[in-house]
C-alpha cells in the first residue's frame, strides 16, 4: 500500500516522517569502508504540513502545481559536506503529490535528492529509496558514485 496516496487523496494536514541516509562506501586502503551508522533525522521525526494543489501564473502561461508537503520550521543550517557526519543533514524535505509530471509521489531532501518511496510489503507505512545527489557535494573523496540509500516511516 502506498501510504502517500491515501494521505494526499484525504488531505492530511501534518504528518510525521522518521528519516535515515545511508551514504554509499568510502573506498580505503583494504577496499570499501561502510559507515558505521546511518544519518538520521532527530526524533521524533521531520514534521510536514499539507500544501493543496494550485497554480502559478507567468505571463500568459499557466501551471499546475501539485500537491505537497513541506518541512517546517529550520532542521539546520550546515552545508552540504559538515551535514555528511552528524544529525543535521536533513535541512529541508518535501513530498510532492503524484501529478502529470510524475506518476508517483516523489520525496525530495535537500533539494539534492529525489525518490519514489517503495513502501513495505506488509502494509506498514515503511520505506526505502535511492538517490544520486545532483552535485558532488554531498560526496567524501575516495566515496564511491554510487546511489545514497534511504530509509523512513510516515505517519500522522
Not at 554509499?24 to 558505521?36: C, F, N
Not at 516523489?106 to 502494509?123: E, R
Request: net charge negative; hydrophobic share 40%; with cysteine.
Amino acid at each position: 500500500m502506498n501510504w502517500l496516496t491515501e494521505y494526499f487523496a484525504q488531505g492530511t494536514r501534518k504528518l510525521n516522517l522518521s528519516l535515515w541516509a545511508y551514504p554509499p562506501a568510502v573506498i580505503g586502503p583494504d577496499g570499501p569502508i561502510v559507515q558505521s551508522a546511518a544519518l538520521c533525522a532527530p526524533y521524533p521525526g521531520i514534521e510536514l504540513v499539507f500544501t493543496p494543489a494550485g497554480q502559478a501564473r507567468y505571463g500568459d502561461r499557466t501551471y499546475d502545481l501539485p500537491a505537497r508537503y513541506d518541512s517546517t520550521g529550520s532542521m539546520g543550517e550546515s552545508s552540504a559536506a559538515e551535514a555528511q557526519d552528524n544529525s543535521s543533514f536533513f535541512r529541508d524535505v518535501s513530498i510532492f503529490a503524484p501529478s502529470h509530471l510524475n506518476g508517483e509521489a516523489v520525496i525530495v531532501i535537500n533539494h539534492a535528492f529525489s525518490f519514489t518511496p517503495l513502501f513495505a510489503a506488509d502494509g506498514t507505512p515503511g520505506f526505502v529509496g535511492q538517490s544520486m545527489p545532483d552535485s558532488d557535494d554531498y560526496f567524501r573523496a575516495g566515496q564511491m558514485k554510487l546511489p545514497w540509500m534511504f530509509a523512513g516511516y510516515v505517519s500522522i
